[in-house]
Structure formats: structure tokens, C-alpha cells
């Protein structure tokens, strides 16, 4: 009798704050929400100074997108929970990598050409081995970051290789 009672309490589920997903969620939305005040306390720029969008437009839009972003991924979870895993990927590994080597490219020759190769590095590394769409990403991908920082943000890319043909 005492073995059929322990096995009902095993099969009971926690309840949904003991779950990791919601740990999870809730650790990022807690700090996100920290941050997304903190970005009302920045100062204004005057018009004539500004160039592009306000200073704490872009965090607080960011973060608003972090916080969404993470609410739909707890969604998800609560309808398809996580596996456990023993140890994690080898692609995530080779992700934390390709950060490093982000860093080195954009520091030492161009930011434009390190997004590139992180594109192309990130996709080959999570599956994606067809030449045409890694090509594509890679191109396609930092043309649109260059374009958003540059037009609608109004901030220029630090000098480097590539960008330096496009500013002269």
C-alpha cells in the first residue's frame, strides 16, 4: 500500500512555479523588467543632437522584444515540455565560439564582415549545410542589420574593411 501511494505522489506534477521553464522565464522577464526601468531614467536629447531615435527608444524596444520573445517560448514549454539532457550540444558549444570570433573579426578587421561570418558559422553549426542559404544568410542578414543600424537607428558601424568602401 505505502509503494502504490509513493508512486501517486511521483506522478504528481509540480506545481508550475517548481518547473524549470518557469524559473527560467521568469529569471530573464525579472531582469528584463529591472533593466526596462532603468531605461526610463535616461536623459533626452534635444532634437538637434539626435540622430535617429532617442537613446532609450532601442533599449526599452529591445527589451520589450526579449520579454515577449521569452513569454512565447514559456508558452511553448507549457505545451511541449523540455527533455532532459545529460550534457548540452556540441553545437552549443561551437556557438559560445563563434561569439569569440565575433569579437576577434569585428575588433581586428570589420563589424560588417564579422556579423557575416557568425551568420554563416551559427547556421552551418545548427544544421543548416546547403551552400546556397548559408551564402545567403550571410549576405542578406548583415545587409539588413547595416541598413536598420544606418537608416532608421541613424548610427554608423565602427571602421573596418568593408565599411570604410562604403563610407568614402
Avoid: C, H
Wanted: glycine letters at 2%.
Amino acid at each position: 500500500m505505502k509503494n502504490v501511494q509513493k508512486l501517486k505522489r511521483a506522478n504528481k506534477s509540480l506545481p508550475f512555479f517548481f518547473k524549470d521553464e518557469f524559473k527560467v522565464s521568469f529569471v530573464i522577464i525579472f531582469v528584463s523588467i529591472i533593466l526596462l526601468l532603468t531605461t526610463f531614467t535616461f536623459d533626452v536629447v534635444p532634437p538637434i543632437l539626435n540622430r535617429g531615435i532617442q537613446p532609450a527608444t532601442f533599449p526599452k524596444a529591445l527589451l520589450v522584444l526579449i520579454i515577449t520573445m521569452t513569454l512565447l517560448v514559456y508558452y511553448l514549454a507549457t505545451k511541449n515540455p523540455w527533455k532532459n539532457e545529460k550534457k548540452l550540444p556540441k553545437s552549443f558549444f561551437l556557438t559560445l565560439f563563434s561569439f569569440i570570433l565575433f569579437v576577434i573579426v569585428s575588433k581586428t578587421l570589420d563589424f560588417f564582415l564579422a556579423i557575416s561570418a557568425l551568420s554563416i558559422f551559427v547556421s552551418y553549426y545548427w544544421g543548416e549545410k546547403r551552400l546556397f542559404y548559408l551564402l545567403l544568410v550571410g549576405i542578406i542578414f548583415p545587409i539588413i542589420v547595416f541598413i536598420f543600424f544606418e537608416t532608421i537607428l541613424g548610427l554608423r558601424f565602427p571602421p573596418g574593411i568593408i565599411t570604410n568602401i562604403y563610407y568614402s
